[in-house]
């Protein structure tokens, strides 16, 4: 089988962490995001990977070197000279896409989920459409564009952009598989699969969906990043408790890399990853963090709703919270407060940041 990960432009969403590295190599759960989906696809079955990138691809094709031997899976990249939105990369990457008549699958590069790729195949196969979607039910669907199935089927009858009255709770979760045929009704040019493509096949009765079990979130800003990384952890609790880190200084699910020394009478979780190398104070206070590699959290600091980036420092007493992200290399001072601070690569900080801004 084949798969293609829509990996887009410049992860503005995610700065300052995207400043540094493009934002599927951004560690999530201490692995880079695309390899949590790339190692998913590879069990699956997936013998074929197309990344559609159109920011950095020299960066992301030096990475994933080492990955196609790891994971036996031919990468490929397919590279935009201008942006094609969400369905425009399949038109450009027909050559691989549309080889045989395997479906394909189609996934955000953004989404964590327990990724139920067989699941999909299978159901997508005994339907016989064209496509089929992955959906997930929210508890606010007028804030998204929700997706309406015909009466007592899985056929998607139409979709409706965040809706005023309640029409449906199931939302696009951006993971898809489509039969090759679906290339024919896409050009190589800015095209959205959800305005254009989905509305067409849907209107032939062609496109089904499939809900999506256990969790899922669009990591691709920090608020959600952080989020994720809490739904990640309890699903992790479930299917691999070991590998989570016990012991008093432990609360709640917390992921701790082999490499990272922690100090004493910490109180660390719940919903914490703390990266290689990082070095974490005594008496420090982490919750809904994450602490990624190379990071030092001196002591008695207090970090809550934060992402430490990269060989980063925070102060001793230093206190963190409101979904405050420090760049690469960033230095918060001793008892310095930051509030949704938002800290660009290579700064220091040594004011308090009451309201949240961005420190460049």
Same mark, same amino acid.
Request: proline share 7%.
């Given at each position: ?285 982490? &919750? ?35 979904? &405050? ?36």
């Amino acid at each position: 089988m084949k798969a293609i990960i829509l990996v887009g432009g410049f992860g503005t969403r995610l700065r300052p962490l995207t400043l540094t590295v493009p934002k599927p190599l951004v560690e999530f759960a201490n692995r880079p995001m695309i390899l949590h989906q790339i190692q998913a696809l590879v069990k699956a079955g997936v013998t074929e990977i197309v990344l559609a990138v159109n920011y950095r691809p020299e960066v992301m094709a030096t990475f994933m070197q080492k990955y196609e031997e790891e994971f036996k899976v031919r990468i490929t990249f397919s590279i935009e000279n201008e942006p094609l939105d969400t369905a425009g990369p399949l038109a450009l990457a027909k050559h691989v896409l549309g080889k045989d008549d395997s479906p394909f699958f189609v996934l955000n590069s953004d989404v964590t989920c327990e990724f139920p790729f067989e699941e999909l195949a299978a159901f997508h196969k005994s339907h016989g459409g064209e496509g089929t979607i992955l959906v997930t039910r929210v508890d606010e669907p007028s804030k998204y564009g929700v997706v309406v199935n015909q009466p007592n089927s899985t056929c998607i009858e139409r979709f409706v952009e965040k809706p005023k009255e309640f029409v449906s709770n199931k939302i696009n979760a951006g993971i898809y598989i489509f039969n090759p045929s679906v290339l024919d009704r896409i050009e190589p040019v800015p095209t959205s699969m959800e305005k254009v493509v989905f509305p067409a096949i849907a209107k032939e009765n062609k496109l089904h969906a499939m809900e999506l079990p256990g969790f899922w979130m669009d990591v691709g800003q920090p608020r959600d990043y952080l989020t994720g990384t809490g739904l990640f952890l309890h699903s992790i609790a479930k299917r691999d408790p070991t590998s989570l880190a016990t012991g008093p200084s432990f609360t709640g699910h917390v992921l701790v890399h082999p490499t990272a020394k922690i100090g004493e009478n910490c109180k660390i979780g719940p919903n914490v990853v703390i990266g290689p190398n990082c070095v974490i104070g005594d008496g420090v206070r982490l &919750s809904r963090t994450v602490i990624l590699e190379g990071a030092q959290v001196k002591d008695h600091a207090w970090v809550q709703s934060t992402i430490v980036g990269w060989h980063s420092t925070v102060g001793r007493w230093a206190r963190l919270e409101g979904t &405050s992200v420090l760049g690469d290399d960033v230095h918060i001072a001793d008892e310095v407060y930051i509030n949704g601070g938002c800290v660009l690569p290579h700064k220091s900080v040594s004011a308090n940041i009451t309201e949240p801004s961005i420190i460049m």
